[in-house]
T-cell receptor
Framework: DADVTQTPRNRITKTGKRIMLECSQT?????MYWYRQDPGLGLRLIYY???????NKGEISDGYSVSRQAQAKFSLSLESAIPNQTALYFC???????????FGPGTRLTVL | GEDVEQSLFLSVREGDSSVINCTYT??????LYWYKQEPGAGLQLLTY?????DMKQDQRLTVLLNKKDKHLSLRIADTQTGDSAIYFCAEGRFNKFYFGSGTKLNVKP
């Protein structure tokens, strides 16, 4: 769905490096989410934001930070990447009062 | 997360029906969802059911909800090879969404 975009789509990095994953949306949604997907574990929520300046931890926020620079942008940072952060990362959006999330295409991150 | 459980794999033959099952634990869930993930892609919403409904049908898809047992199922009639994907069950509560581990559906020709 081109309305939620993620950059980069693929990234290989080394242990200890700082990495930022970007998410942009043109849907005008107020709510944005970051998930990671690991085989057999489904999607786990890292952070979510219900509006600009609203930041909330999800179930696995350790080792990650986020920034909601504008309603349309929500970035995820790994301050010092480690190999067990190798995963597929998804950004999603929803609108308050709505009942559906819209997902970006994902970013495949490999930490060596 | 949050105790949404699914079996990891299902294999069916083309033309058969597929039934993917899911259990959840929180009775306060408002909506229950089925998402489809094709290889290399994000998740796409297939269908959802409001928690006060028992069944919802949408073309080849039938969703059944048993609130007493906290059991949700997705039936795909006349399964096609294009239905091969990972299917995620999810529950929505207070604008947060909790996903199962996903069921990989393999459709054999």
């Amino acid at each position: 769905d081109a309305d939620v975009t993620q950059t980069p789509r693929n990234r290989i990095t080394k242990t200890g490096k700082r990495i930022m994953l970007e998410c942009s949306q043109t849907k005008g949604h107020d709510r944005m989410y970051w998930y990671r997907q690991d085989p057999g574990l489904g999607l786990r929520l890292i952070y979510y934001s219900f509006d600009v300046k609203d930041i909330n931890k999800g179930e696995i926020s350790d080792g990650y930070s986020v920034s909601r620079q504008a309603q349309a942008k929500f970035s995820l940072s790994l301050e010092s990447a480690i190999p067990n952060q190798t995963a597929l990362y998804f950004c999603a959006t929803s609108i308050s009062g709505g009942n559906e999330q819209f997902f970006g295409p994902g970013t495949r991150l490999t930490v060596l | 997360g949050e105790d949404v459980e699914q079996s990891l794999f299902l294999s069916v033959r083309e033309g058969d029906s597929s039934v993917i099952n899911c259990t959840y634990t929180d009775s306060s869930s408002t909506y229950l969802y089925w998402y489809k993930q094709e290889p290399g892609a994000g998740l796409q919403l297939l269908t959802y059911i409001f928690s006060n409904m028992d069944m919802k049908q949408d073309q080849r898809l039938t969703v059944l909800l048993n609130k007493k047992d906290k059991h949700l199922s997705l039936r795909i009639a006349d399964t096609q090879t294009g239905d091969s994907a990972i299917y995620f069950c999810a529950e929505g509560r207070f604008n947060k969404f909790y996903f199962g581990s996903g069921t990989k559906l393999n459709v054999k020709p």
